[in-house]
């Protein structure tokens, strides 16, 4: 699977703010050999195909042009990217009925040319979208990831990194769960360079507290409502986050990130597309990585799992 002799395709549904900017930060990159944009809107692909590749004298080499669903069949990855944004006052949970509407043509459509690669999905609710791409696709789990918690984590990572001023690579902690507004902080298992962050808390000599780590958790959690609020829409970041996860996996790296993938029984969950810490590699996921939660956090996690549930239980109907 994945091994096709051409050099790695990478085929990206729907030019919007994510999908444009992950086009540019894959060009900026050099992670790709061939990149494909398709869109409902074929002029706007086309101009971003034209606009990339006027740049590609600065970036790295490499195959773009506007395409169809048949690009798909020779594709290592298809990563998905169209839908209905998230707007002003609007939960990303809001996005369910219409976004899973779009999302039975595209796959449908992606399926029908032949695509045996792997599908990372970024429309929100991605959770769900990724679980309604695994029905629809009926791919094995392991090649349908979702984007998951990557950005929340980045941007906890961030957060801590400003608060301990300590570069934010050297933070390691996750965000698990939904993503979006039951996301939670993995504070047991959260550190700098080997020392739990909630130790820094024992030191009298400092000002810090739990309510200072609370609130850079509540300030991650709401990032997008006021990022919209200010700009209307998020993209950079899940870009950047995006090209991570596409490195990973076309240079089978076996990176640990929060993606949203199909739990089986792991953290008693089951039949679930959730934010958790997975090995990712040139077949997809590896395998999850089942962390030992303290009780208030394995509580969270169900609590997270089963608004998901209940969000989209309306539409998969059994």
């Keep these: 699977m994945i091994e096709r002799g051409k050099g790695t395709r ?15 930060a894959l060009l900026n990159q050099g992670v790709v050999d061939e990149m494909v944009l398709i869109d409902l809107n074929k002029a706007k692909a086309e101009g971003d195909a034209m606009d990339l590749n006027h740049g590609m004298p600065f970036g790295s080499p490499m195959k773009i042009w506007a395409g169809d669903y048949s690009d798909c069949k020779d594709a290592d990855l ?15 949970l809001d996005l369910i009925e219409k976004n899973t509407k ?16 792997i599908f990372i999905v970024a429309t929100n609710p991605v959770d769900i979208l990724s679980y309604a791409t695994w029905k629809f696709s009926r791919l ?24 301990f001023d300590v570069d934010s690579r050297n933070v390691h ?3 698990m769960g939904e993503h979006g507004d039951t996301e939670l902080p993995v504070w ?11 130790s820094y808390l024992e030191d009298h000599n400092t000002n810090r507290s739990m309510k200072d780590l609370d609130d850079i958790f509540i300030n991650v959690r709401d990032a997008a409502y006021h990022i ?37 029984g792991q953290y008693n969950l089951d039949d679930i597309y959730i934010g958790v810490p997975a090995i990712v590699n040139r077949n997809g996921i590896r395998e ?14 169900e609590h997270s799992a089963n608004v998901l549930k209940q969000a989209m239980a309306p539409v998969f109907k059994a």
Excluded: C, W
């Design 10 to 24: 990478v085929v990206i549904v729907g030019t919007g703010f994510v999908g444009s900017s992950y086009s540019y």
């Design 102 to 117: 779009i999302f039975k043509g595209i796959v449908s459509d992606i399926m029908a040319s032949g695509f045996d690669g």
């Design 173 to 175: 902690a996750y965000i």
């Design 288 to 301: 999850v990585l089942e962390l030992k939660l303290d009780d208030a956090e394995q509580k969270k996690l």
């Design 228 to 264: 919209i609020e200010r700009k209307g829409a998020t993209y950079y970041a899940i870009a950047m986050g995006l090209v991570r996860l596409t490195r990973a996996i076309l240079r089978n790296e076996n990176s640990v990130l929060t993606v949203s993938t199909l739990l089986q």
């Design 188 to 198: 047991s298992h959260a550190d700098i360079g080997g020392r739990p962050i909630l």
């Design 140 to 163: 094995p789990m392991e090649r349908v990831i979702g984007s998951g918690t990557i950005l929340d984590t980045a941007r906890f990572r961030f957060l801590l990194g400003q608060y």
């Design 78 to 92: 298809v990563v998905i990217t169209a839908g209905a944004n998230q707007g002003p006052g609007e939960t990303r």
